[in-house]
């Protein structure tokens, strides 16, 4: 077997096994970041721009989020609000922003006193009404890599290793079907 069938069917095996560990990655990640679950219905992922709850870990199962991570929210009805415990990190309406913090105290009318782990003081009341939903994962890796997918710089640099890659290909290609001729030629 020629050394360029071996070359071929090494890229082509790794090409494979590349595309299976980014599709499993991919995966889990979903399943992590989404509670444990791949359920999506009713689900929505959000980027945290804020370090208002980036302060000290906590024994709540969201514990501290830093800043560039992904929330998993699932959104809740104004009937679904009695799963919100004290503790469980809830997104918001404030004013046409979506804030994202722990709820420290749920008042007798429903309406709940919450708080950034990294802030001093606590936010003004939060109405059922502003509730959007409760955060059932987080994940800082792939909002890190969000955060970067964000930035023209990575563009660029993907853009480069893109051209640079066709570039070699057709040139491989090109020599390929060159060697081909001149055994053709050879041949005859």
């Not at 360029?4 to 599709?23: D, H, Y």
């Not at 970041?33 to 000290?56: A, P, Q, T």
């Not at 991570?69 to 699932?74: N, Q």
Request: net charge negative.
């Amino acid at each position: 077997m020629s050394y360029r069938k071996n070359k071929s069917k090494i890229f082509a095996g790794l090409a494979v096994t590349v595309v299976i560990f980014l599709v499993g990655a991919g995966a889990y990640g979903l399943y992590d970041i989404n509670g444990d679950s791949f359920d999506l219905r009713d689900r929505e992922v959000r980027l945290v721009v804020s370090g208002s709850m980036d302060g000290d870990p906590t024994d709540y199962p969201i514990s501290t989020i830093p800043i560039n991570s992904l929330v998993m929210i699932h959104h809740l009805d104004r009937n679904e609000l009695d799963i919100i415990a004290v503790g469980d990190v809830i997104a918001y309406d404030r004013g046409g922003t979506m804030i994202v913090h722990r709820v420290i105290e749920i008042r007798d009318d429903g309406s709940f006193i919450t708080k950034g782990d990294a802030n001093d003081g606590i936010d003004p009341i939060v109405y059922p009404e502003q509730v959007i939903g409760k955060i059932v994962g987080v994940s800082h890796i792939f909002g890190e890599l969000v955060t970067l997918a964000k930035d023209r710089a990575t563009w660029i640099a993907a853009f480069v290793a893109c051209a640079v890659v066709i570039i070699y290909s057709v040139r491989e290609i090109l020599r390929i079907y060159s060697e081909k001729e001149d055994d053709d030629d050879v041949v005859r």
